[in-house]
């Protein structure tokens, strides 16, 4: 079993910067494909970014250019580093694992595993 441990939230202004954390462990897999998904009060969770067991990565529109997925060296952490936050941005923040290769995958129903989730604020 995969447990996930995500960090890094908190509370930020607008423009501002946050990097999310989410460290993997408890599993004999040696790959791992990650995404980063979110969900505000009211509204359906909604992907936000994915990666492959490499560096590959997708993102959503409404995040493209500001929002960047990265992995550690270990391979089993993975960053979200979020710039230009506004409040639309607001929202529990989980991250996902599954267990792949190649492709960094947008839909919430191919992943295996989540965490907890960290709660992102953004005031105006």
């Known amino acids: 079993q995969v447990q996930l441990v995500e960090s890094g939230g908190g509370s930020v202004q607008a423009g501002g910067s946050l990097r999310l954390s989410c460290v993997a462990s408890?599993?004999?897999?040696?790959?791992?494909?990650m995404g980063w998904f979110r969900q505000a009060p009211g509204k359906e969770r909604e992907a936000v970014a994915a990666?492959?067991?490499?560096?590959?990565?997708t993102y959503a529109d409404s995040v493209r250019g500001r929002f960047t997925i990265s992995k550690g060296n270990a391979k089993n952490t993975v960053y979200l580093q979020m710039n230009s936050l506004s409040p639309e941005d607001a929202a529990m923040y989980y991250c996902?694992?599954?267990?792949?290769?190649?492709?960094?995958?947008?839909?919430?129903?191919?992943?295996?595993?989540w965490g907890q989730g960290t709660q992102v604020t953004v005031s105006s």
């Open positions: 408890g599993s004999t897999y040696n790959s791992f494909c």
């Open positions: 996902a694992a599954r267990q792949c290769h190649y492709r960094a995958s947008l839909d919430s129903s191919d992943y295996n595993f």
């Open positions: 990666i492959n067991n490499y560096t590959g990565t």
